[in-house]
């Protein structure tokens, strides 16, 4: 399972047959382009493992062990208080050891989960006043804030409180403090709150770190304004003296790129440079993605040679970068020179380099060439993945190769790989303007039994074919 079928082993062209570079391992004298290395590519099946034993304990023991201790987080199924107070009271005059930190951390935790916050302060009260040798510490007023910021309510009044617990209790909140609140704001969709309260806390505690403050600034880039962006940046900078650090710039670089103003991406990186931050290559593969996305090969090309000039040295990123936007663009032979390049320098193609170098030969019609380059990939030890394969399937059918196609899919199928939208959709209309009808409805089989699409939208794709077929067919368009 794996191997590509002879079937499907177009004949090769010379480029491919070039003799690897020196850092690459190379094949034995006796290899050929036919004899694949032990398929590797498909995803095993998982698999049960039973829960091995600790060492020197029988089965019995450990149950003897695990029932000594209850499990607080299947405790709590009613988010009564009454209920909960009862069930904590319980748990204490049963158990003789005595129950730590960790523990009622997990039972507030637990209960936290299922109940509101008041109820949630109520019950950690209980514990404090009827379990005096407990004392909560940060962590457990941390499971109240990160409770509170969940809270539906649109006001910062819970979040308060829970730091208001907190600070009466004699702890001041720190970094994890603000983080935690920040980041549970932020996944509650709470951006607006969570701006308010990062201004609040640098106020009256301390100003966040740097992993929180480009978290924000992230989140905000994706549902606000640049400018709204900027001017949080500049508010944190005059009154907290917060200062964007190469990480934020990157940030507002990617997101620039993703709107596709690059104007804005060479205002930002002048910025960056005036503020005594020197452009890594990060930050290079980040522009170099927003050209490539727009297909402009040119502009991209030109950042790769400004930042070898500037003494950044490129990745794998940036090569796979490069030969993605060259193949999309139509500019196979350039990507092609900057694979010979790559490998020059070190870097190993990988999946996604010989995916997009596929992607650009299928656009231009050589799904063959294509398949060629499979076969070399797999014998340089490369395993292509899912996305390679739909490529493939997608390039193929565009070129009506159909029987290498049903058979990249019968190895598809074989590996438990899920079909994309786009090779779905195009594998399924040559199937039918083949009239191969049957073959398509066991295709869109698969998909729903393989999860690769909703049986709605791998309905439709059928449905909306089949319907192109009837009437094509009454045009005399098909036989």
Same mark, same amino acid.
């Given at each position: 399972?794996?191997?590509?079928?002879?079937?499907?082993?177009?004949?090769?062209?010379?480029?491919?047959?070039?003799?690897?570079?020196?850092?690459?391992?190379?094949?034995?004298?006796?290899?050929?382009?036919?004899?694949?290395?032990?398929?590797?590519?498909?995803?095993?099946?998982?698999?049960?493992?039973?829960?091995?034993?600790?060492?020197?304990?029988?089965?019995?023991?450990?149950?003897?062990?695990?029932?000594?201790?209850?499990?607080?987080?299947?405790?709590?199924?009613?988010?009564?208080?009454?209920?909960?107070?009862?069930?904590?009271?319980?748990?204490?005059?049963?158990?003789?050891?005595?129950?730590?930190?960790?523990?009622?951390?997990?039972?507030?935790?637990?209960?936290?989960?299922?109940?509101?916050?008041?109820?949630?302060?109520?019950?950690?009260?209980?514990?404090?006043?009827?379990?005096?040798?407990?004392?909560?510490?940060?962590?457990?007023?941390?499971?109240?804030?990160?409770?509170?910021?969940?809270?539906?309510?649109?006001?910062?009044?819970?979040?308060?409180?829970?730091?208001?617990?907190?600070?009466?209790?004699?702890?001041?909140?720190?970094?994890?403090?603000?983080?935690?609140?920040?980041?549970?704001?932020?996944?509650?969709?709470?951006?607006?709150?969570?701006?308010?309260?990062?201004?609040?806390?640098?106020?009256?505690?301390?100003?966040?770190?740097?992993?929180?403050?480009?978290?924000?600034?992230?989140?905000?880039?994706?549902?606000?304004?640049?400018?709204?962006?900027?001017?949080?940046?500049?508010?944190?900078?005059?009154?907290? =003296?917060?200062? #964007? *650090?190469? $990480? /934020? @710039? !990157?940030? &507002?670089?990617?997101?620039? %790129?993703?709107?596709?103003?690059?104007?804005?991406?060479?205002?930002?990186?002048?910025?960056?440079?005036?503020?005594?931050?020197?452009?890594?290559?990060?930050?290079?593969?980040?522009?170099?993605?927003?050209?490539?996305?727009?297909?402009?090969?040119?502009?991209?090309?030109?950042?790769?040679?400004?930042?070898?000039?500037?003494?950044?040295?490129?990745?794998?990123?940036?090569?796979?970068?490069?030969?993605?936007?060259?193949?999309?663009?139509?500019?196979?032979?350039?990507?092609?020179?900057?694979?010979?390049?790559?490998?020059?320098? =070190?870097?190993? #193609? *990988?999946? $996604? /380099? @010989? !995916?997009? &170098?596929?992607?650009?030969? %299928?656009?231009?019609g050589d799904a063959l060439g294509a398949l060629a380059l499979l076969e070399e990939m797999e014998v340089k030890g490369c395993s292509p993945n899912s996305c390679t394969y739909n490529t493939l399937l997608h390039g193929l059918c565009k070129s009506r190769l159909m029987d290498k196609g049903v058979e990249l899919y019968g190895l598809m199928k074989s590996g438990c790989m899920k079909l994309e939208t786009a090779s779905y959709a195009t594998f399924v209309r040559a199937l039918c303007r083949e009239g191969r009808i049957a073959e398509a409805y066991e295709v869109f089989d698969y998909a729903v039994e393989s999860k690769s699409l909703t049986d709605i939208a791998a309905y439709s794709t059928l449905e909306s074919t089949l319907k192109w077929l009837k009437k094509a067919k009454e045009h005399g368009l098909v036989v």
């Amino acid at each position: 399972m794996g191997k590509i079928p002879p079937s499907l082993r177009p004949a090769i062209s010379a480029s491919f047959l070039k003799k690897p570079p020196s850092h690459v391992p190379a094949e034995s004298s006796s290899s050929t382009l036919t004899q694949f290395p032990k398929p590797h590519h498909f995803p095993k099946k998982p698999y049960k493992k039973r829960p091995s034993q600790l060492p020197g304990k029988t089965k019995k023991s450990q149950e003897t062990d695990s029932s000594r201790m209850p499990n607080a987080l299947t405790f709590f199924k009613s988010p009564n208080i009454s209920d909960a107070m009862k069930l904590f009271s319980s748990i204490v005059n049963r158990n003789r050891a005595p129950l730590d930190l960790r523990f009622h951390n997990s039972l507030l935790q637990s209960y936290a989960s299922i109940s509101t916050i008041n109820d949630s302060i109520a019950f950690l009260r209980h514990m404090i006043k009827s379990h005096p040798t407990f004392s909560p510490d940060r962590s457990t007023y941390h499971i109240l804030l990160s409770q509170s910021c969940k809270n539906p309510d649109s006001s910062l009044a819970a979040v308060r409180q829970a730091l208001n617990l907190m600070v009466n209790d004699g702890l001041k909140p720190n970094n994890a403090t603000t983080d935690i609140a920040v980041r549970s704001l932020c996944l509650a969709g709470r951006l607006e709150d969570a701006t308010e309260l990062i201004k609040e806390l640098s106020l009256k505690h301390s100003v966040p770190d740097t992993y929180t403050y480009n978290l924000l600034v992230k989140h905000l880039c994706k549902s606000r304004s640049l400018g709204t962006v900027n001017n949080f940046i500049d508010e944190m900078r005059s009154s907290f =003296g917060m200062k #964007p *650090d190469l $990480v /934020t @710039y !990157t940030i &507002l670089i990617d997101n620039v %790129c993703n709107t596709k103003n690059l104007r804005e991406v060479l205002e930002l990186v002048s910025k960056l440079k005036d503020e005594g931050f020197k452009p890594d290559c990060f930050v290079y593969n980040t522009i170099m993605k927003g050209y490539c996305m727009l297909s402009r090969g040119s502009e991209a090309i030109k950042v790769y040679h400004q930042m070898r000039e500037e003494g950044v040295e490129p990745d794998l990123v940036t090569y796979n970068t490069l030969i993605f936007g060259l193949s999309k663009s139509g500019r196979l032979r350039e990507a092609k020179k900057f694979l010979k390049i790559m490998t020059e320098m =070190g870097h190993f #193609p *990988d999946e $996604v /380099t @010989y !995916t997009s &170098l596929m992607n650009g030969m %299928c656009r231009e019609g050589d799904a063959l060439g294509a398949l060629a380059l499979l076969e070399e990939m797999e014998v340089k030890g490369c395993s292509p993945n899912s996305c390679t394969y739909n490529t493939l399937l997608h390039g193929l059918c565009k070129s009506r190769l159909m029987d290498k196609g049903v058979e990249l899919y019968g190895l598809m199928k074989s590996g438990c790989m899920k079909l994309e939208t786009a090779s779905y959709a195009t594998f399924v209309r040559a199937l039918c303007r083949e009239g191969r009808i049957a073959e398509a409805y066991e295709v869109f089989d698969y998909a729903v039994e393989s999860k690769s699409l909703t049986d709605i939208a791998a309905y439709s794709t059928l449905e909306s074919t089949l319907k192109w077929l009837k009437k094509a067919k009454e045009h005399g368009l098909v036989v």
